[in-house]
Structures are given as C-alpha cells and as structure tokens.
C-alpha cells in the first residue's frame, strides 16, 4: 500500500475549477502512465477483493463509469474476476436496471445490464474517487437489483471532507489516499 500511497502522492494532479468553478479534479493520467504507479495502486484495489490469507472473496468487479473502468478492469483480472461496467444512461445495449443519483456538481443516472450479476456474487466496486457517496450509493442499488452482493468498495482517492461514507452504509470502503 505504501508504494501506491507513494505513486498517487507523486503522480496525481490537482486541476482548479474543472468541470466547473470550486472543483479542483483529480488527473489520474499520469500515474496511469507510469507502469510502477499503476501496477502498485491495482495491487492495492485489489486488496479489498482478498480476505485476510489472500484468497479472493468476489466473484465480480463492477467499475464505475468512466475512470472506473480504467482501474476495475485490471482489477479484476488481478483476482482472476470477470469485469462489469456500470455505464450512464443510455449507453449500454440490452436490458438494464437504471438509478438515479446526485454528484457533489449535479445529477446523474446509472445503469448495469440486468444479467451482468447473477444472484448471489459477490461483487467489488472500484472507482477513482469516493465524493459523496451517490456514485457507490446508486452501484450498490444496481448490484443488489441483480440479486447481487456489494462486498466493499475499492477507490484511489476518498476525498474525506465530502462525507461520502455516510452513503455506504454498512459497507467496507478501502482508500488508496484519503483527503
């Protein structure tokens, strides 16, 4: 963990007022190039998926679009796990299930493919950043509609000062980096 505590520190960037004025995003993309970086902050998302003796627990890792994808889907192969995304509306082709949420700048809708999940698995969650907690909030929602079981949820950065953790309930939440 500590090599991808180290990675974060030195390789994401802080880019004021983007989308919009007040929000300071977080740039994952030069650490996502940096081979060292990523393949050390994968191990450690992949940890959440892993019991005490290292055995993998889930069955699934779902990434939350769109950065999520980028870190779920090594992730799963990391635990030896399919992948599923968890998409905006509109974007995947078969039967879904759909929730909307609020963002800390505005609202969304999110969608899982309605046999992505069988009943039963236990599914990973991965994403970039944990604001304040819809995004997780909503993908539990989605995953439990399945029939489906959220084990954790795995990010890099917990922006802390955000309270999302309100949102998750009872469910573990591992952090690269809390802010």
């Given at each position: 963990?500590a090599?991808?505590?180290?990675?974060?520190?030195?390789?994401?960037?802080?880019?004021?007022?983007?989308?919009?004025?007040?929000?300071?995003?977080?740039?994952?993309?030069?650490?996502?190039?940096?081979?060292?970086g990523?393949?050390?902050?994968?191990?450690?998302?992949?940890?959440?998926?892993?019991?005490?003796?290292?055995?993998?627990?889930?069955?699934?890792?779902?990434?939350?679009?769109?950065?999520?994808f980028?870190?779920?889907?090594?992730?799963?192969?990391?635990?030896?796990?399919?992948?599923v995304?968890?998409?905006?509306?509109?974007?995947?082709?078969?039967?879904?299930?759909?929730?909307?949420?609020?963002?800390?700048y505005?609202?969304?809708?999110?969608?899982l493919?309605?046999?992505?999940?069988?009943?039963?698995?236990?599914?990973?969650m991965?994403?970039?950043?944990?604001a304040?907690?819809?995004?997780?909030?909503?993908t539990?929602?989605?995953?439990?509609?399945?029939?489906?079981?959220?084990?954790?949820?795995?990010?890099?950065?917990?922006?802390?000062?955000?309270?999302?953790?309100?949102?998750?309930?009872?469910?573990?939440?591992?952090?690269?980096?809390?802010?």
């Amino acid at each position: 963990m500590a090599a991808a505590r180290d990675a974060v520190g030195r390789l994401v960037v802080d880019v004021p007022d983007f989308p919009e004025p007040g929000v300071v995003f977080k740039d994952i993309s030069p650490l996502l190039a940096d081979h060292d970086g990523f393949t050390a902050v994968i191990d450690a998302l992949a940890d959440a998926g892993r019991d005490d003796a290292g055995d993998v627990v889930v069955d699934k890792v779902v990434g939350m679009e769109a950065r999520g994808f980028i870190l779920a889907a090594p992730v799963a192969l990391a635990l030896g796990c399919g992948f599923v995304p968890v998409r905006k509306a509109g974007k995947l082709p078969r039967e879904t299930y759909a929730v909307a949420y609020a963002l800390e700048y505005g609202e969304a809708t999110l969608e899982l493919h309605q046999d992505s999940v069988a009943p039963g698995e236990r599914v990973l969650m991965v994403d970039d950043v944990l604001a304040t907690g819809g995004t997780v909030a909503a993908t539990t929602e989605l995953i439990r509609r399945c029939g489906g079981e959220a084990h954790a949820v795995s990010v890099l950065l917990e922006l802390g000062f955000l309270d999302g953790r309100s949102k998750t309930g009872a469910l573990p939440v591992a952090s690269v980096v809390t802010l």
